[in-house]
């Protein structure tokens, strides 16, 4: 307890500039239902801040991505994990949080080489034989410098900027603070599933602190791609690489963004877009490991027609049995299944309370919507937005893992696109679908799986009179507890709590006065200013208990 009372005092300089700039981009009535309102009301005039009406011209996605993007590295972070969530936010929130740029000003080199050498082990000298002290990128988590190995070899060095893990680890403590509160003070946020969300942005994070998990990511997907020669991968270094530092091959490519430099170096602009959708659907369809955010500027081409895939830093994992959902939902759709799609859209989702005939209703005429059209006129990027939207009117909301993919799918399409504006995902997908639903299909696949879950039921059957025997004795013992939640009683609880602390401190505000009053008339004793001491004392006291009782029946509203 103590050392939480100190984390959050250690905290409150965050917390005060957290709240100012929310007050700052108009949202004001946010803070004050945390309870900060009242602390903080008069640092716009004291700052001089422009007030919230200066933001009118915005709307409130758009305050709510500059918010992001004021408060720093972490809340930036935030808000690219946010954007991948498009079962819990409409498009126009997505795509002011796909503007958020994990760019960053460089610091200089000097400031890393210390941490620099101390990982490599000795001195920069030693390993290379020059290293470009401008950074080629910089983002909130590492910068990156082309350097030159002994052999004349091209690598960077991507380096993690010095003492961000005690930042980054306080942010996350903070964060955790205020979806507690908000969650606390709001019965709409819980439909965004704050504790979730905040939990895939902590593994999230941690995972991209350690350089090093990104290059084993790497690796796993080269593996993948080993009788691939179209498809490059940078290589790692490991004997230099490490928690702070990774060092990879250096990638001479032409940008992904760059279609002006594809044009005039003559790479086959729609050979590579069918080439990469291949890559990306291969990695989710067969391999169950994906590059999570397929953008143009983790791609490069190369001479011959090539594609080099960079930055695993955020990657998405699918077990067999979600890739066997996922086939089987893209089935439903394109196959004109409605009831199939709604059940596996349930089994996703966590909210019990679905009316199930009117998702199915609605679903079929999805369905019909797009069954309707042939497959070059479909657009997956269209299609899945709409089934985004669904979701979102009945309170579905999908897995981490889902999510992922859905993102990968409409970020995969738009870099399609850019290649190719005749581009179509779904000419590439359709094959693998039908293919897995045939090896689904397939004597020998069906056998497997009976067997498998005849050994299922095999097992909870010969473990069954032990538990119930287990049942039985804590029964008897009285072991067996019922937990029942009730939605927003904590909070009920809260304001009782509050209500019952005033009453008591006005039931002692008001037994020292009549006690204070008793001790005037009496003489002798102590005296105070002429007065009896003790007298003095409790009207004192009583004084102070009715200014706080006042405050806080004020304060409550």
């Not at 790692?236 to 690489?241: D, F």
């Not at 430099?261 to 069918?274: F, P, T, V, W």
């Not at 983790?298 to 090539?306: A, T």
Request: proline residues 4%; charged residues 25%; hydrophobic residues 45%.
């Amino acid at each position: 307890m103590l050392w939480e009372m100190l984390n959050a005092a250690r905290d409150l300089g965050r917390v005060h500039d957290i709240a100012s700039v929310l007050i700052r981009y108009g949202f004001g009535s946010f803070v004050r239902g945390l309870g900060l309102g009242k602390a903080l009301e008069q640092a716009g005039r004291v700052l001089h801040w422009q007030h919230a009406e200066d933001f009118a011209s915005l709307d409130t996605p758009q305050r709510l991505r500059r918010v992001l993007e004021d408060l720093g590295p972490t809340f930036i972070k935030l808000g690219q994990i946010l954007a991948t969530r498009v079962d819990l936010f409409p498009p126009n929130y997505i795509a002011e949080f796909e503007k958020l740029q994990d760019q960053a000003l460089p610091i200089p080199f000097e400031q890393l080489l210390p941490q620099l050498e101390e990982d490599l082990g000795g001195s920069v000298d030693e390993f290379f034989s020059h290293i470009d002290t401008q950074a080629l990128a910089a983002a909130s988590i590492a910068q990156v410098h082309k350097a030159t190995l002994k052999d004349g070899t091209p690598v960077i060095l991507k380096i993690r900027r010095p003492g961000l893990r005690k930042i980054i680890e306080a942010d996350l403590r903070l964060l955790q603070r205020l979806v507690d509160m908000t969650e606390s003070e709001s019965s709409e946020i819980h439909r965004y599933h704050p504790q979730e969300v905040l939990r895939q942005f902590n593994q999230s994070l941690r995972r991209e602190l350690d350089l090093a998990a990104e290059c084993r990511n790497a690796e796993r997907v080269a593996a993948n791609f080993a009788d691939d020669p179209n498809i490059v991968i940078p290589k790692v270094y490991w004997q230099w690489t490490g928690e702070r530092l990774n060092v990879q091959e250096y990638i001479a490519g032409i940008a992904g963004r760059d279609i002006a430099a594809i044009e005039q170096s003559g790479l086959d602009r729609k050979l590579l877009a069918d080439r990469g959708t291949e890559a990306v659907i291969k990695m989710i369809m067969e391999d169950g490991f994906f590059h999570a955010d397929p953008h143009a500027g983790n791609v490069f081409y190369l001479p011959d027609n090539k594609l080099a895939f960079i930055d695993f830093g955020m990657v998405g994992r699918l077990t067999e049995e979600r890739r066997e959902q996922v086939v089987s939902l893209l089935y439903g759709m394109t196959n004109h299944l409605p009831t199939k799609v709604a059940e596996i859209l349930e089994d996703w989702s966590d909210n019990i309370y679905t009316d199930e005939q009117v998702l199915t209703i609605e679903i079929e005429a999805f369905v019909d919507q797009y069954s309707s059209l042939s497959l070059k006129d479909l657009s997956l990027a269209n299609m899945l937005g709409d089934l985004m939207a669904l979701l979102r009117d009945h309170k579905l909301i999908l897995p981490p893992d889902l999510a992922l993919l859905i993102k990968a799918y409409i970020t995969l399409d738009g870099l399609g696109r850019l290649l190719n504006p005749e581009f179509n995902i779904l000419f590439f997908a359709a094959p693998y679908i039908q293919r897995i639903m045939m090896e689904r299909y397939r004597p020998d696949a069906i056998a497997k799986r009976g067997w498998r879950n005849l050994v299922s039921v095999a097992d909870l059957l010969s473990s069954l009179p032990k538990d119930l025997r287990k049942l039985l004795r804590a029964t008897r013992k009285g072991a067996i507890q019922v937990d029942i939640t009730v939605r927003r009683l904590d909070q009920y609880v809260h304001h009782i709590d509050n209500a019952i602390s005033r009453l008591t401190m006005g039931i002692v505000t008001a037994a020292l006065i009549i006690g204070s009053s008793i001790i005037m008339t009496v003489k002798g004793g102590p005296e105070l200013f002429g007065l009896p001491a003790f007298g003095f004392l409790g009207y004192s006291f009583a004084t102070l208990g009715g200014i706080w009782l006042l405050l806080s029946i004020w304060k409550s509203g």
